[in-house]
């Protein structure tokens, strides 16, 4: 009995991949919640797994105490001295009382039958869950075994994976049996069991590929010092060599691009584009937004970590990519907020700030029409004053902060640019009449040319139609043509058009006009086309 209870333990133990202590404990706990309702009394009991005689005994333990206040967990000194005599018994000692627990009955057997089972599973999660955690952002094989509302169950091996569909790539579609590399991004603990997510979007799954394919990568000659993908579209892997012979970019590439068209195939087409890792930012982006050209790099807040990056005009597209995708994720892998501009966009904001800063100078130095002196208008635009709507918003301290300006000299300037104010605000008003005036215009001129063109498109529908007439009437009047000879060879198509014309006698007069202004163009231009010949 004992080497058959044994034996069922460690059998379970091999399948299960559980400790037998486990088991053991799990056994235990049965018996002594089984015991517990078979024999419903106040009793502190207690189970052990004699290793002996292979069984599971169950105790009711009591403590001796000098004043017996639970007599079912508890002993006196005098009744423990009677059970025992001649052994030596102290206060605080347990003794254990053995409960028979071959009458426990069926209802208690498969009421440890299921604490059993309970036990195991439990077990069997923590061992996943103990797995399985430290293997995050690594890949694994497996095999598609089911779908459930979209996304798809991963078959592990010793665990099953659920790969939602916010995992899966847009240029894949999967299929059950499927075999599938997929990276572990997040093991949770839940209700049902440890529940392994796995990813096929992740860049873990793009550094693993590259570990696998490239030799230099696996044995740290090159290192992957960044990766970022938009899965199924386009990807960069951000490479540095650690000797200096090794090129880092054509180590991931390969022969003949062997290398990485091997992990293009496994991701199903999607772009990759190896880059050289640099620790200056500035050379890093301009490395990171290829297979675009950068004209120059500038950092314009290092704390927020943004720059500008300048390219041609043509290289402008192509710097920004399908949707914006090459800067964007360009910006992932360096860490920095990139603004594109062109050269064409970076050349007219330079025209503009320095026209703002031309206006600013105009509108202080026009103080001097208003009784303030030069020498105080430049000390005004020294002292940084945005123009006259700044200017009226200073305090008097603020403004008796510039050199040789005092509370008198602080109030003519207020006065002064109040009255100057007034001035711009009437020449801005006459430019921007002015410039409604020139785009109505515009507009206005845009309509007619568009007008003109459909217009055009008509007339030059008409000699189709006037050609088909000319054949017939040809074709009646022979005489005619060859009377006629090598003029009416180089003017055939233009006695189509007048009847063209007869057979519209419902036009407006303007439109009859205008077709045969059409006609008169036509045999000017077939004239010089007979004249070439």
């Known amino acids: 009995m004992a080497s058959q209870l044994r034996q069922q333990i460690e059998q379970i133990s091999r399948e299960k991949n559980i400790n037998p202590d486990v088991i053991i404990a799990a056994i235990e706990d049965a018996i002594l919640t089984a015991s517990k309702k078979y024999y419903q009394e106040e009793e502190d009991l207690r189970s052990r797994f004699n290793e002996e005689s292979g069984q599971i005994e169950v105790f009711a333990v009591k403590q001796v105490v000098e004043e017996v206040e639970i007599p ?3 002993l006196s000194l005098e009744q423990a001295q009677e ?47 103990a797995e399985y955690s430290d293997r995050v952002g690594e890949v694994v094989n497996g095999i598609i075994k089911r779908q459930e509302m979209g996304d798809f169950i991963v078959d592990l091996g010793r665990a099953e994976a659920l790969l939602p569909r916010k995992e899966q790539s847009r240029a894949e579609a999967y299929q059950t049996g499927d075999r599938v590399r997929v990276a572990i991004v997040r093991v949770a603990k839940a209700a049902k069991g440890p529940q392994i997510i796995v990813s096929r979007t992740d860049p873990a799954l793009l550094v693993k590929l590259f570990e696998m394919e490239v030799p230099e990568i696996y044995d740290g000659t090159v290192v992957i010092k960044g990766a970022v993908r938009e899965a199924g579209e386009r990807a960069k892997v951000a490479v540095i ?15 003949k691009g ?28 301009i490395n990171a937004l290829s297979p675009a050209n950068v004209s120059r790099v500038s950092i314009v807040d290092e704390e927020q970590r943004i720059m500008e990056v300048v390219v041609e005009d043509k290289q402008l597209s192509l710097a920004i990519g399908k949707k914006g995708q090459n800067v ?46 030069e020498k ?6 020294d002292a940084g004053v945005a123009g006259l709507a700044h200017l009226l918003e200073m305090t008097d301290e603020d403004m008796t902060v510039v050199e040789g300006v005092g509370p008198k000299t602080a109030e003519k300037i207020r006065e002064a640019a109040i009255q100057a104010k007034v001035e711009w605000d009437e020449l801005d008003a006459e430019a921007e009449r002015l410039a409604a005036e020139q785009a109505a215009a515009d507009e206005a001129a845009a309509a007619e040319e568009a ?83």
Request: proline fraction near 4%; aromatic fraction near 4%.
């Open 83 to 129: 059970l025992f005599p001649g052994a030596e018994v102290e206060l605080g000692q347990e003794i254990e009382f053995p409960k028979p627990t071959d009458i426990l009955g069926r209802i208690a057997a498969q009421t440890a039958k299921q604490v059993i089972f309970q036990k195991v599973r439990e077990a069997e999660r923590d061992n996943v869950y």
């Open 451 to 533: 007008a003109a063109l459909e217009q055009g498109s008509f007339d030059e529908e008409a000699p189709e139609g006037a050609e088909a007439g000319e054949d017939v009437a040809v074709a009646t009047d022979s005489a005619a043509a060859a009377g006629e000879g090598a003029e009416a060879g180089g003017a055939g198509e233009d006695s189509g058009e007048p009847a063209a014309d007869e057979g519209e006698d419902d036009d407006p007069p303007e439109k009859k006009a205008s077709a045969d202004g059409e006609a008169t163009v036509a045999d000017g231009e077939e004239g010089e086309a007979d004249g070439e010949r």
């Open 376 to 381: 105080i208008a430049q000390k005004l635009v």
């Open 72 to 74: 079912e967990t508890q």
């Open 241 to 255: 060599s650690r000797e200096r012979d090794v090129d880092p970019v054509g180590a991931c590439v390969g022969m």
């Open 258 to 285: 062997t290398r990485v068209q091997s992990i293009i195939r496994e991701l199903r087409g999607e772009k990759i584009d190896i880059v050289e890792w640099n620790d200056d930012a500035t050379s890093f982006v």
């Open 328 to 373: 964007r994720l360009a910006a992932k892998i360096v860490g920095w907020r990139i603004d594109i501009k062109s050269e064409e966009e970076k050349r007219r904001e330079v025209e503009a700030e320095m026209s703002r800063m031309a206006r600013i100078v105009d509108e202080v130095r026009s103080l001097e029409r208003y009784g303030i002196s």
